[in-house]
């Protein structure tokens, strides 16, 4: 459940850029749904569905139209239950961090006009992202004040945790590698580019003649790295740009690449080194845990009492929203 948050805040950090962008008249902004009397409006829910189905997207899950409109609105109605808590316990929102919010997002749309027009023409006004940002930071100290203090982590609870999911952490394989880069910028012609390769190249035959690679990287490489003979030092596969890094791990210790040509430029490379994949130990990772711990209940007491919210509060959906999304 620690979505309802973090979803909010993607929400207004995208609001401008997840709004479909009209060139005729502003359109309608229909109120969709209301929470205890308090509206969600069909701009709302655009901009959510905008920023959740990236969200998912980015972690390679589909949704259809229908599951994104449910998931966003289902968000949006928490987001609210929450401020709404917030208020009665008259929580204050920090108007100092509304204001630079607010700033920030003129700034990013090129001023204060340019962000008008922007959401005007997805039925929102500067004045609706602050009352929205407002009800943002009171889900988050309702959460922090109401949840979040009340969970407690034990060492137990961390070395259980540990215990179930241990084949979740393990450390990646990774190389010790050096190498000499013949940079090549970008734009740059056919000939400079001839010119870089041969350099490698050349580099490659006195390394295979027997000359010290450390001190060819030293004499020829580009890359910052040449005062250290162009150490690299360990790295997991997923560290590096993929062409470099489908040499290095393709390569034995000792062994010495062909040409790699990266968006860098050209590269000979030498693996000084491998280490395998292993197990994390509990105290490699131990305070990665207690946060992963410590989320995992805020998460659940949080579903918790949205439960309790859900099923006391008077939320009406409209059925008709005047040709704004419809909830079901």
Known sequence: MKHVITSGVLVLMLAVAGIAVSQEQSPPNPVV????????HAADISVAMGSIGAQFSSAGQEMTEEELMQVSLGRLVDQKLLAQEAEQLELVVDETRIKAQLDRMAEEAGGREALEKDLAEGGLTISRIGETLRELDLARLYVDSQIRSNVEVTEDDITTFYDENKDKFMSPETVRARHILAKVDAGADEAAKEAAREKIVKARERAVAGEDFAELAK????????????????????QMVKPFSEAAFSLPVGGLSGVVETEFGYHLIKVEERRPAKEMQLAEIHDRLRTIVTERKVGDLLGQRLTELRGQADIQYLEDPQGGPKPF
């Open 33 to 40: 749904v209301t929470v205890n009397g308090a509206p969600i």
């Open 219 to 238: 004499e020829l490489s580009d890359c910052p790295s040449a005062e250290r003979g162009g150490d690299l030092g360990f790295f997991a596969y997923t």
